[in-house]
Nanobody, 122 residues
Framework: QVLLTESGGGLVQAGGSLRLSCAAS????????MGWFRQAPGKEREFVAR????????YYGGSVKGRFTISRDNAMNTVNLQMNSLHPEDTAVYYC???????????????WGQGTQVTVSS
């Protein structure tokens, strides 16, 4: 069982930046591919980014590529999401998740955090 806890959400103006963090406990963090997803009201949960176990490779959803950066620290059991040049359409609840598979499919992730709200004002 892996417990994931996100932090760092909040309200920011368009063009601003936020850094989300996710702390993991209760499992072997370095075994898991880590991902970030987001869900806006009335929409399906959307893939944002993922990072491989060794942190050697990263993948991004098309709408965030070039603006967001995912990173992880296996010694600290944390995964971060640096979000720059934020747009109002980035407004959503952001979730971190852990998977034993290398996938962007929400269904391949076993463990989820409770989410953190990000609101971008125009």
């Amino acid at each position: 069982q892996v417990l994931l806890t996100e932090s760092g959400g909040g309200l920011v103006q368009a063009g601003g930046s936020l850094r989300l963090s996710c702390a993991a406990s209760g499992g072997t963090f370095s075994r898991y591919v880590m991902g970030w997803f987001r869900q806006a009201p009335g929409k399906e949960r959307e893939f944002v980014a993922r990072i491989t176990v060794s942190a050697g490779v990263t993948y991004y959803g098309g709408s965030v590529k070039g603006r967001f950066t995912i990173s992880r620290d296996n010694a600290m059991n944390t995964v971060n999401l640096q979000m720059n040049s934020l747009h109002p359409e980035d407004t959503a609840v952001y979730y971190c998740a852990a998977s034993t598979h290398g996938s962007s499919d929400v269904n391949s992730y076993t463990y989820w955090g409770q989410g953190t709200q990000v609101t971008v004002s125009s």
